[in-house]
């Protein structure tokens, strides 16, 4: 019964874990969606108050208009993106790792079907952290580079 109820709580977090991660991409899809809609209402706008096209071309050759006019909604500077995941994998990585180790370290060598489970979960943790790890290792590297890179 312990083992039934033990790996339905793991399948409800990591659900819940899924769901969080596909729910913040959503929201940060969203707000970059709204930001880009704002920033093109806004160019818009300062277009439509130009009545000639003299004046609209003046504006254009001008460094404010073309600055204004060629600038992205919202630039992420080159490599940021993979810094974050990085530095958020890396933590989240180490404590699977530890965490896998220690299930590992509680399980005897003699011991029943709990300890097989003990031992297959920590497996798959310490699987899963490493992995992780790397990836955030990796992209914590690409990134740095990537910033480096870009800077000129």
Not at 65 to 90: K, S
């Amino acid at each position: 019964m312990h083992i039934l109820l033990a790996q339905s709580l793991e399948n409800c977090v990591l659900f819940g874990l899924v769901a969080f991660t596909v729910w913040l991409v959503a929201q940060r899809m969203k707000a970059q969606e709204q930001l880009t809609h704002l920033h093109l209402e806004q160019r818009g706008k300062l277009l439509d108050r130009f009545q000639d096209a003299e004046g609209l071309e003046a504006f254009v050759r001008s460094d404010e208009g073309r600055r204004l006019l060629l600038e992205a909604p919202h630039q992420v500077p080159p490599g940021l993106r993979m810094l974050q995941v990085g530095l958020l994998a890396i933590p989240v990585g180490s404590g699977l790792l530890c965490l896998g180790h220690a299930w590992l370290q509680r399980v005897k060598p003699a011991g029943d079907y709990l300890d097989a489970h003990f031992a297959f979960q920590g497996f798959r943790a310490e699987l899963a952290g490493g992995l992780l790890l790397a990836l955030g290792l990796g992209l914590l590297a690409g990134g740095l580079v990537a910033r480096r890179v870009g800077r000129g």
